[in-house]
């Protein structure tokens, strides 16, 4: 049961209510942070309708609702923190061999010295070039720049619909080294099965 000093609180938060612009059916109280908050209800506006926000950004009517539109920036923060540290096993000298049954195995080394990693790496990817069952060998420039730029190709290249699809995968990197010939370019570094980002 609804006590009287409940009645009283509705009372006086429906004095405060408005009615939208856009739709008089419906109100709005003016401190949403949506197209809402200047009087714009979604229930107004076409799906797809992008509008500016009491708080400045952009929204867009989604799914009968308003939501805040990702911008590039968003997208760009979002894939650089599924994609770091993946690339920096590869920045870091390692490299991912992705054999014909289409499975991948990250190939490093347990040498101590800078030195003889890279001896020890040198050895490996020249023993993947000629192993038969191996199609493609992964390789990455230690420049943070190669991970910067390949988000950006990303970004450039994909629909808002597919860079949606991919931030929600739970591993992007399977999803990449499945479809390497999409989102690496062939770069020979040692020999003829060598790719790396895509610029």
């Not at 499945?178 to 980002?197: A, L, Q, R, S, W």
């Amino acid at each position: 049961m609804i006590t009287l000093y409940e009645k009283a609180v509705t009372k006086i938060i429906f004095l405060y209510y408005m009615y939208c612009k856009n739709n008089p059916k419906k109100t709005y109280l003016g401190t949403e942070p949506s197209p809402k908050g200047l009087g714009f209800c979604a229930s107004g506006e076409k799906e797809g309708t992008e509008m500016k926000g009491k708080d400045g950004n952009m929204w867009v009517k989604k799914n009968g609702k308003w939501a805040k539109k990702i911008t590039k920036e968003d997208y760009i923060k979002k894939l650089d923190d599924k994609l770091y540290k993946w690339w920096l096993k590869l920045a870091n000298g390692n490299l991912i061999a992705i054999y014909k049954d289409g499975k991948h195995r990250l190939i490093t080394s347990n040498a101590k010295t800078r030195k003889a990693f890279s001896n020890d790496i040198f050895k490996k990817w020249k023993e993947l070039d000629e192993n038969k069952d191996v199609k493609c060998i992964i390789w990455s420039a230690q420049s943070v720049d190669t991970i910067q730029s390949f988000v950006e190709y990303l970004i450039k290249k994909l629909s808002i619909k597919k860079l949606e699809e991919l931030i929600k995968m739970k591993n992007i990197p399977e999803y990449l080294l499945k479809n390497y010939k999409k989102y690496f370019v062939k770069y020979k570094e040692i020999g003829n099965k060598d790719y790396t980002f895509k610029p």
